[in-house]
């Protein structure tokens, strides 16, 4: 399909006329109902030159569309960043990297040049406040403005999508334009420019079909991923609006989306002293310009999102009543990354980096070139302008503060993880489940084997499934420990597990000399683990790692070990890893093995970020762990 250039709303899906025989798209009957009503006339829009013509002169094959010529979208969405120039500006719809379509998103917000020692553009693109170099507190990339350049054909995919999906299109708006009452569409409205404190941030919203200014309170589905264009184009924006379908579909409610990038669109999570803050403020917009009721509010979002979601739960000052929090594989290891080694969790290399803002920063040996800081001191800084040491004892499950400030607002908890997800290690959230129960609150935890850094469910789905219990008293998902596993077939295919729990560990594939690293086990309750590593070729028998018996775990359904170790003390080579299990009143045994391999190096790696962690996590999902 060549670039789609009709600025009008859709009234079908985007499809192909093969020939001047073809039959007219389905058309929806809210589309038809609305035009009789409003007197709006339906036309056919050939997408490769925005050329209208009417409905029934169906003489040229190409790709259309049945359209609304006098309902016209409002495009391109705003992103407040001036491409020509390299600078915020209020209302312009520039990018520093494009959406080019609602399966593609290209970036271009890294600096690629080999001689640079950053990892963001320098001060002449001034994506920082201060147009320093690198991110600190409170100032990061995105924070005023969207990352991405959203295409008219992007705009086009979503809109045709949400059709086939719901039934209904998508109406998209810029801040400040008119919003219209009870039109047959979502209506998106783009980077709506928010502040806190002097603190900027931006928040897109979805509105559903039938919306209207003067009705009674909606609830509100709040999502706080990255990039808000990202996040409605790209990441969430269609799921959303089919939560928001299945919710009118079980209780007859209308509800509303938000997608915010508090704290900054990349570069951070949500944990800095404003977010809270800056919720409130959230909160509060949706209340007075789109009538949300702010009483009936639940979080959601996966990974970031899901620390977010979080956040939103333990807001010391909420502006805004929390029923729910839906957390999918949330990286809850912020408060204590200094225990998790890269080499163990490859991702970390390139979180380090792009959090301190320096490409050499996942380094032992590296330290700021002015300050001479360690690059975990500036990554604790930036993220929460405290030490690793204070932000542990404020953040995360051995947190009595964070952890009683959810206590106190009480929200249903949904947390789901994965055995394979080489960014979030499984540990700190199952201690996060574990102290939640202890404190007495509502959580359901489902964990999945085999899945690795993304969601079963969408959280949205799952949200709109538990705002439909609230708005009609109906019971809420059982609470507990739920394990599924993925069977053969699609990604997402995953039933429940009734079996006994499985072994599964987590460990290096690559590492150096001298290096700290990680081990994490899991297995059947009570079971002693052994770890070992066997040289490939002429070798003696296998190193022993360690051999230690699992602590109860997921309410006594398994066993664990998370050890930390600060020295790789073995020589370069290659090896193999080696997992056995003892559990109670059996024999030891070895788990069916994935990619065991083992590489050990004399030097640090230092490749750029994505080489090196795309090598390194090769193979982590699925293969590269344990499991029978």
Not at 47 to 66: E, K, N, Y
Not at 249 to 268: F, P, Q
Not at 560 to 587: A, H, M, R
Request: proline residues 9%; hydrophobic residues 35%; contains cysteine.
């Amino acid at each position: 399909m060549k670039d789609i250039i009709t600025p009008y709303a859709l009234a079908s899906a985007i499809y192909d006329f093969e020939s001047a025989e073809s039959a007219l798209p389905d058309i929806p009957e809210s589309i038809r109902d609305y035009c009789q009503r409003e007197n709006k006339r339906m036309q056919i829009a050939n997408l490769s030159d925005g050329s209208l013509r009417d409905i029934s002169d169906i003489t040229q094959p190409g790709s259309c569309a049945v359209v609304i010529a006098d309902l016209a979208n409002d495009l391109p969405p705003a992103t407040h960043w001036d491409s020509d120039l390299s600078e915020p500006r209020l209302g312009a719809s520039g990018g520093l990297g494009t959406i080019d379509a609602c399966n593609k998103k290209i970036t271009r917000t890294l600096d690629w040049d080999s001689d640079s020692p950053t990892y963001f553009y320098p001060p002449s693109k001034k994506i920082f406040a201060n147009q320093a170099l690198t991110p600190s507190l409170e100032n990061y990339v995105g924070m005023s403005y969207s990352l991405y350049h959203v295409t008219e054909r992007a705009t086009a995919l979503l809109s045709s999508n949400c059709i086939k999906r719901t039934g209904f299109g998508v109406l998209f708006r810029n801040p400040g334009s008119e919003v219209f009452d009870n039109v047959p569409f979502y209506q998106v409205i783009s980077n709506i420019p928010l502040s806190s404190n002097g603190h900027p941030s931006l928040a897109s919203v979805i509105l559903p079909p039938g919306w209207v200014r003067d009705s009674d309170p909606y609830p509100l589905i709040f999502c706080g991923f990255y990039d808000t264009n990202s996040n409605v184009f790209y990441s969430h924006g269609l799921e959303a609006m089919e939560a928001l379908k299945s919710l009118k579909d079980k209780t007859g409610r209308l509800a509303l989306a938000v997608m915010w990038n508090g704290g900054g669109a990349e570069a951070c999570m949500t944990v800095q002293p404003s977010a809270h803050e800056g919720m409130n403020t959230v909160f509060q917009m949706m209340k007075e310009r789109f009538n949300a009721d702010t009483s009936m509010a639940i979080s959601c979002g996966s990974s970031r999102g899901g620390v977010t979601a979080l956040h939103v739960a333990a807001n010391p000052s909420p502006a805004y009543t929390l029923k729910a929090a839906v957390a999918c594989n949330p990286p809850m290891h912020f408060s204590e990354a200094e225990k998790l080694s890269p080499y163990t969790f490859p991702l970390h290399f390139a979180i380090q980096e792009s959090c301190t803002g320096w490409k050499m920063a996942h380094a032992s040996t590296w330290r700021h070139p002015e300050t001479h800081e360690d690059p975990q001191d500036i990554l604790s800084k930036n993220l929460t302008g405290l030490s690793p040491e204070e932000t542990r004892a404020i953040l995360g499950a051995e947190s009595p503060s964070w952890m009683g400030e959810i206590k106190k607002k009480d929200p249903y908890i949904y947390l789901q993880a994965g055995t394979q997800d080489y960014m979030a290690p499984l540990y700190p959230q199952v201690r996060f489940a574990e102290t939640a129960k202890k404190l007495g609150l509502r959580i359901r935890f489902e964990l999945a084997f085999r899945a690795g850094h993304y969601y079963i469910e969408s959280p949205f789905s799952i949200a709109a499934r538990l705002m439909a219990s609230f708005l009609s008293d109906a019971p809420l998902p059982e609470e507990g420990i739920f394990l599924n596993s993925k069977k053969e077939g699609p990604a997402f295919n995953y039933q429940p597990y009734d079996g006994p729990f499985p072994v599964f560990a987590s460990y290096p594939k690559e590492i150096p000399v001298g290096f700290p690293y990680s081990i994490e086990l899991f297995g059947p309750p009570g079971s002693l683990f052994k770890v070992s590593i066997q040289r490939l070729g002429d070798a003696p028998d296998p190193l022993l790692i360690l051999q230690k018996p699992g602590v109860p775990a997921l309410g006594g359904i398994a066993s664990t070990v998370f050890e930390t170790f600060k020295s790789w003390p073995y020589p370069s080579g290659e090896y193999d890893w080696i997992i056995e299990c003892l559990p109670p009143g059996q024999n030891w045994f070895r788990p069916m093995i994935g990619d065991t391999h083992l590489t050990v190096t004399e030097t640090e790696i230092s490749e750029p970020s994505i080489d090196k962690t795309i090598r390194m996590s090769f193979g982590r999902v699925g293969p590269g762990i344990c499991e029978v």
